[in-house]
């Protein structure tokens, strides 16, 4: 016993799990035997004389008559099944028994037949019976190459067989119409798809002797809602016809096609092999009978499942009796003529109307109940030659004589009826189509229902007298309705304008009713079931398909047609089918509200009912309260399996009584047989034990029991049991009130537009809930019928799909309670269920007498609350099953718990429901209607005056009323009528309650904080305080989490948190009024990331401090003039720009640099216009109170002039330079934005002006011009540059002798501009400032470092928190190791050290959010503004290369101040005596060899210049080539001249010692002569090596090359001489100048120029220096070289 507690799963090998039982017939004396065998069966077939048994371990069992097995036993009992050995090795899953052969499938989905095979059953061609089980391939042949499908199931019949694949279609091989394969050819030997189902989901197959059925799952939505035709795509039939009457409008949409022919790519029409010839259909007792035997035939290949519905477009009207068809092509005048003449026969004119009144009807259809199917069937067949059409008119038959396809109506087919209508049916026709548009019962198509589109279908194909009597048959909704019983849900519509297959009479009484405004239709059956429960739960939206024979109605098409291709069964589309079994000449389908429709043969009353006709779904008559869970069908008999009273399955018996010994019933219909009426019990049921599963074949019927261990397999079935009833409970309360009560006509006027969207919201909650019962319950009877295991649960492992449908529904209910939906709801249901509303109280479950209807209603939609406690008992006592240290137990004991713990909190939320409706019913009307609201529930209230205001006046009145959303603050004055005149709403998620201290004041204080105000409240006692104050912050934190609506509210923290995220709009701040604010607060205040929209369109998104914006912020402003937005994005300081940020203004401006006090304000950029709008120009410098103050720059695009000096109040104001694109040059002094005082003027071609200006370009006043020539003139001036002058002075020409000091009057530019030092001032404060320090160098260290932490981190942050600025990886992993601060030593800097700053250095300046690498962006983008573009001036060039020196000292002194152990400009470092080698491995690539002395030399140059100058090289050097043009181009030349001399021609002429030149040089790696004709090969190495003078940057980088050649040159020349060779420079120098003059450097001159301007000094007279002297002295050789 303890072994079978451990779990359920070790009970299968027990024995007492799958033991099979099996008996024939139904009477009392049958006793089942039991099978033994060693191990549990776990399916069984059975066909017509043997049967085959699934085991566990996958062992296929067999037993019957097996005439198949030629050599062996061919006859064994079923009380000794043999073994089919074949199988063995296999792993079957599942069996399958046709009436004389047999199918097994292996869990890798291969198939395996044996038995009869005559019409090819098995799939084995060449071979009559099949002795053995056999693989058979199911092969995809559209696939290249063919691959095998795998199997989910498999089905036999008599002459077929069928496979479901994994791709859930159909696969059919065999003889016979019921393959419903497009073929005429048969056997088919080989499985071939069924075409007519692909693209459809289907679920499980089943096969009759002679026919088969699909359960197939409904198309999604957006499939089957396509435009539906006006003509039926095979007998090009209309599909909807209408008649006016005298008084009334008669519309027929019962278009019905003869599906029964099989359509072949030629357009013959051919009957299939085996198939009788259709039957005529007798149309009405005053027409014509008309035979269908030739039907119409579709030219074209079978249309598929997606042409289906793609009929031709075409219109009726119905005039003077006749039926006019037309298409939209032109018709011939004798098919015109045909038209009519079959219109005449058969037309819907009111002469021809055999229905005059319904009384009439209602005798009519007395008369045909008493006539039996079988009289009528035989009649009509008799009937069915009298009559031949002409063969042209076949395929314009009218509607009512054609069985097939009966789609819905849609508006683009009814438009064309109404506008051809018109003119012969006047207003009548437009009043009748909006009364249809009003009921949208024509236009109204319910998505989710696949097969009423798209596919054909429907029936009755038979005569009107059978549709009748089959509208009569079935009481409410009728099972066999042809209509689309969703859409009828949908509407809820309880009188239909058109009924299906008769043609209905619309009065003028009933479409004045129609046109009343009413309630929007709500789906009451959910589309597609619930979302997230996807593939979880088994589908309830299915159909029926059939195909095959069908002379005994077993096709359910209301006929006894043939259908050569699968047609849906439309009436049972809405029935949520689960399961189909098909008998021999009967089919069966049971419901997931455990219902059972049976249809076919009743002639042993298999049935279940004897009802007429049967070729329609019928129910199968039950007692009420029996639900039926599994059903099997045998030859002529039926088995149902269905909970009863108590929870243990019963057994269900229909069909016809097997004697002993008889043989076949079939064969021998004597008086004998008795049968059933209806569906008896079978006694001996309870003594099976829990049956699992029913089968029948033959006359054999199986039933498979376990017996109940532990009490698991009962609980099992119990939590089973329970659930089918309750969902029978949910769908008979949808059916019979909430659907009648949402088509009540007063609804909308009694419930008030808010209640009614509430009711339609409850109702739609409703149904989703019941869809999700409905649907949990077919899974929990499959898994019975199958694993018989928890584990598989979806409600364990789900069960969030649950918890979370059932918060929604109860919140739905609440919602309608608390707005007083059911009160209002009692009038209207008081009309409906009249003053005894029994059904409700049953339905309800109330004892109660005289209870109010309302009351009612709360108590009957609260119900399924207490499934909830039905879950949570079943689960528990399941995990009883278990040890309790399991963890089965552990899993069912969570399971439980969460269902408990929801039922709960429902019923917590429902006395809150209760709670408020009272409230509100209490409360003063007119501040009911602004504060009551579906979702808001009352927690407490202080009427009973615990709670008033502190401060509050004499006579005022306060009441404070806690919602679970809002505290409403209620005031008025005492002697008012109106006690309460005034309220305020705090929303709870932007409150804040904090108790006050007693101790100093004595008062029970509580004081709340909303983001506009701060108000204190008196409690009357601690008490009361300590309610108000556990209740107020209970509501806050639900109000915030949102468990006041969802999830059970438990483990609630003791108080809210402080800071929160809350969206407010504000009234009363000045500064935000009306303006919304969503985002983080902190007590009150925002605080955090949000956003602020003002009602005029500002918009600010960033972060707030204490209320104001703070931090990083992006803030957008309409402009009021143009249609454009001001937009800031940048820092803010209590609600001001501050920092750095960028401003694009409306007008096409944009800012970028620091802002103070909302104005720009220290160093920015500024630019205006575009290149070309009317006047662009770009600004870069010091801001001052947003005026240009201090130094900038400022390039007029325009005029092509750019200034470089000092500004005062936006205007040029102090020294500046200024130069122009035509080469003009001034420097001096600005006064009120004009040149004026002393300055220098330089033109393009050296003529130069020093003295007094008075306006731009103006002279003014004394001074001294200058020619290119050296000639000069001194006086005083007047006159503009460049248009003329006035001169008074005197004219000087210096003479020829004088000496060259006294002509050297050249002026020396950069006296009268800033100095350097001066230039970007403000940069360098903006560095130190936020370093921490007032002024450069005044500041802590360590705070210094914390500073740049901070920055880097909070940026970084920013820059994670906007995608749009993200860095890249590289330096994602730099900010990360530049956060780390390096660790500072005590004592003198060791080269280590100084290795260490210099590598910490070239990573701050890259990272551009460091403030050194911020710093560097600014002076570089400074620098370019400068000196590119107009600043691309030769005379700029010292000024240039002074502002990069001082750039060096300032940041020099930064570094001193962040590394305060650094030595000095000029200071030495110590080498480390250990490796001299080290040094110079760790500062080859940055630094300069020197002298050898025991240290090195710290200079700002060495250490920054490798980071400062690779970005300032392009503007800086382009100046040095405009500077040394000249020059350059006279080196140029000479150096182009001499390189066409050979190499010994040119060592020679240069006069290198013929020592030194090569006698071979290495060519293509082989050693050649050195001959006359030679050239570029001597010293290659060398001049290549001098060639990467101009890929480097820095001084020391040139230098080291210049190093490396002399090394290279050496090298050669050592390889001919002797090792101890020393240099003298005579011997040196013409090897090096042909060196250089093979190199080829283009701008060589600029290079030595830049190279001797940024030289470290202390190099200059070491080796680098004596190189450098050598480079200098070859570059003017070159140049004054002379050749002859």
Known sequence: MESQRKSSDEEDSSGERGSLHTWKGYSYSVTPERVLLSRPVLQAALGTRHGVLLVEGGQVYSFGEFPWKQSQVSEVGPLKPVLESALSGQRVVAVAAGSFHSGALTEDGGVHMWGENSFGQCGLSSLTVVPNPTPVAVMDPDTSPPHTIRVLELACGEQHSLALSAQHEVWAWGSGCQLGLVTTIFPVWKPQKVEHLVGRYVLQVACGAFHSLALVRCLPPQESRRPLPDKCGQCHQLLYTMTDKEDHVIISDSHYCPLGVELLAEGETRLGPGRSPPLGLLSSPSEPLLSSHASASAPGPHPSITEHTDYERGRTVAQNGEVLTTTDADISASGTDSDRAVGGVGGAGSQNSPYPDDQAVKEYLKKLSDTTLAEETAKMTIAGASFQPPADSLDLLTSDLIPGVMPVTTSSALNNLV???????????????????????????????????????????????????????????????????????????????????????????????????????????????????????????????????????????????????????????????????????????????????????????????????????????????????????????????????????????????????????????????????????????????????????????????????????????????????????????????????????????????????????????????????????????????????????????????????????????????????????????????????????????????????????????????????????????????????????????????????????????????????????????????????????????????????????????????????????????????????????????????????????????????????????????????????????????????????????????????????????????????????????????????????????????????????????????????????????????????????????????????????????????????????????????????DKKTGYGVFDDITRGEKYMGMWQDDQRQGTGVIVTQFGLYYEGAFNNNKMQGTGVLLSEDNTTFEGEFSEDWTLNGKGVLTMPNGDYFEGSFTGEWGSGLKVTGSFFKPNLYDSDGDKGRAVKLGRLAVPPEEKWRVVFEECWMRLGCEAPGQGENQRAWENIAVALTTSRRQHRDSPEMNLSRTQNRMLESLEFIPQQHVGPVTMEKYDSIRRYLIKACDMPLHPLGRLMETLVAVYRMTYVGVGANRRLLLQAVNEIMSYLARIFQLVRFLFPDLPEEGGAIPEPSSDPQDKKDSNCADTQLESPKPGRVVSSSALLLPVLLPRLYPPLFTLYALEKEKEDDVYWECVLRLNKQPDVALLAFLGVQHKFWPVSVPVLGEKTEVVSSTKDACFASATETLQQISTTFTPSDKLQVIQLTFEEITKEVMSSLEDNFLWSMDDLFPVFLYVVLRARIRNLGSEVSLIEDLMDPCVQHGEHGIMFTTLKACYYQIQHEKTT
Not at 980 to 994: G, I, Q, R
Not at 1029 to 1040: E, G, K, P, T, Y
Request: charged share 20%; with cysteine.
């Open 419 to 1185: 506008s051809s209508c018109a003119s012969a049916v006047g207003e009548r026709v437009v009043s009748t189509y909006e009364a249809l548009s009003l009921k949208k019962m024509i236009n109204y198509y319910y998505p989710g229902v696949g097969g009423v589109a798209g596919v054909p279908g429907g029936f009755p194909g038979g005569p009107v007298e059978v549709r009748v009597r089959l509208e009569e048959s079935m009481q409410g909704k009728k099972s066999c309705s042809t209509g689309d019983i969703r859409e009828e849900e949908a509407e809820g519509l309880s009188r239909r304008l058109s009924l299906p297959g008769l043609l209905s009479q619309v009065s003028p009484r009933l479409l004045r009713r129609a046109s009343r405004p009413r309630v929007r239709a709500v789906p009451l059956t959910p589309v597609g079931g619930l979302p997230e429960a996807g593939e979880l739960l088994p589908s309830l939206q299915t159909e029926v398909w059939s195909w095959g024979r069908g002379e005994e109605g077993q096709l359910g098409h209301g006929d006894n047609l043939p259908r050569l291709q699968p047609l849906c069964i439309k009436c049972l589309s809405s029935k949520e089918v689960v399961l189909v079994a098909a008998g021999a000449h009967h089919s069966l389908a049971l419901t997931a509200q455990s219902q059972v429709f049976s249809w076919g043969s009743n002639s042993s009353g298999q049935l279940g009912h004897m009802a007429s006709p049967t070729t329609i779904p019928r129910l199968a008559k039950l007692s009420e309260g029996i639900r039926v869970w599994d059903v099997g069908a045998g030859a002529q008999h039926t088995l149902l399996l269905a909970d009863g009273d108590c929870y243990q399955p019963i057994l269900y018996y229909s069909g016809q009584q097997v004697r002993e010994g008889a043989q076949d019933a079939t064969q021998d219909q004597t008086e004998g047989y008795s049968y059933t009426q209806q569906p008896v019990l079978l006694p001996f049921c309870m003594n099976l034990g829990y049956v699992s599963g029913v089968f029948a074949g033959g006359q054999s019927c199986v039933a498979l029991a376990d017996r109940n261990v532990m009490g698991f397999i009962a609980s099992l079935h119990e939590l089973a049991a329970a659930e089918r009833k309750f969902y029978c409970k949910l769908s008979s309360v949808k059916n019979h009130i909430l659907r009648p009560l949402l088509d009540l006509e007063s609804l909308s006027t009694a419930l008030g537009p808010a209640s009614t969207v509430l009711l339609q919201s409850l109702a739609r909650c409703y149904s989703r809930l019941c869809h999700l019962t409905g649907q949990h319950s077919a899974s929990l009877t499959a898994n019975l019928r199958r694993r018989r295991e928890f584990k598989s649960l979806v409600m364990l492992e789900h069960a969030s799909i649950f918890l979370d449908t059932y918060n929604e529904y109860c919140c739905s209910v609440g919602n309608f309670l608390v707005m007083g939906g059911f009160q209002a709801l009692a009038k209207p249901s008081l009309e409906f269920f009249g003053k005894c509303p029994e059904l409700l109280q049953r339905l309800a479950e109330s004892s109660e007498e005289n209870i109010p209807l309302s009351d009612l209603l709360v108590t009957l939609f609260y119900l399924p609350m207490r499934h909830l406690h039905e879950y949570g008992r079943l689960l528990l006592k399941l995990g009883t099953c278990f040890e309790v240290s399991s963890v089965d137990y552990q899993k069912l004991q969570d399971g439980c718990s969460k269902f408990e713990a929801l039922a709960l909190h429902l019923k917590r939320r429902r006395k809150e429901a209760e709670y408020t409706y009272h409230f509100w019913k209490s409360f003063p009307g007119k501040m009911t209607d602004s504060l009551r609201k579906p979702r808001r529930r009352l927690i407490c209230e202080s009427s009973n005056k615990a709670l008033t205001l502190q401060n509050s006046g004499r006579f005022s009145v306060n009441w404070f009323i806690l919602f679970n959303d809002a505290l409403v603050h209620a005031q008025g004055v005492v002697p008012y009528k109106s006690l309460f005149s005034t309220h305020h709403v705090f929303p709870l998620a932007t409150l804040w309650v904090e108790p006050i201290p007693e101790e100093n004041t004595g008062l029970h204080g509580l004081k709340l904080i909303s983001p506009e105000e701060t108000f204190t409240l008196l409690a009357c006692s601690s008490m009361e305080k300590a309610k108000w104050l556990r209740s107020i912050n209970q509501a806050v934190d639900q109000a915030m989490t949102g468990a006041g609506q969802s999830g059970s509210g438990a483990g609630q923290r003791a108080e809210p948190p402080i800071s929160r995220t809350a969206s407010y709009t504000f009234y009363k701040d000045s500064r935000l009024k009306e303006a919304t604010y969503e985002g983080r607060w902190l007590a009150g205040k925002p605080n955090g990331r949000g956003m602020v929209k003002w009602l005029d369109g500002k918009i600010y998104t960033g972060t707030f401090k204490n209320g104001l914006e703070d931090g990083f912020g992006d803030y957008v402003m309409p402009s009021k003039t143009l249609n454009l937005n001001d937009h800031y994005q940048g820092h803010w300081k209590e609600g001001k720009m501050h920092g750095i940020g960028t401003y694009k203004y409306a007008t096409g401006e944009l800012y970028e640099g620091s802002f103070q006090d909302n104005m720009r304000h220290g160093h920015g950029m500024l630019r205006s216009g575009t290149l070309n709008s009317s006047s662009p120009s770009v600004f870069i410098g010091q801001w001052v109170h």
